[in-house]
């Protein structure tokens, strides 16, 4: 807060910072990955499954997008926060998980989500690197 007070745009950037985190959860962000999806497959041109990818934020929102579009063909999570537990029952695509060992906040939720995965048969397959860390832009 302190940095974007002293920065001459810090009111618009700490508005945008407000939108893409604000909100009860990331889930406030589907409607509109859904409606960019919808879009695409409206295409006549397009002839291919949609599939989703995410790294960070979008991980986390790749995941969320599992959990809403019962036609994904497949996610992939680099990093991001895994779906709840709840939302594991309306996945119905292939799920890959790529996170850093030394991110706690996020890769210790990873067995959680897995064996929820498991529980319910959902393909998940994850991948934790020891020693990598996010990257914060």
């Known amino acids: 807060m302190q940095a974007l007070s002293a920065h001459p745009q810090g009111a618009e950037i700490g508005q945008t910072l407000g939108s893409l985190f604000g909100g009860p959860g990331r889930e406030h962000h589907v409607p509109d990955l859904q409606a960019a999806l919808d879009h695409v497959r409206g295409r006549e041109d397009t002839t291919q499954e949609a599939v989703s990818v995410g790294f960070c934020m979008g991980g986390g929102l790749s995941g969320q997008l599992a959990a809403s579009d019962a036609a994904l063909a497949a996610a992939v999570c680099f990093y991001g926060t895994p779906p709840s537990g709840e939302q594991v029952q309306r996945i119905s ?45």
Request: charged share 20%; aromatic share 8%.
């Open 93 to 137: 695509c292939p799920v890959l998980g790529i996170y850093g060992g030394e991110d706690e906040r996020i890769t210790s939720q990873v067995p959680a989500f897995a064996d929820a995965m498991s529980a319910a048969g959902k393909p998940f397959e994850h991948h934790t690197y020891p020693g990598a860390v996010r990257l914060l832009l």
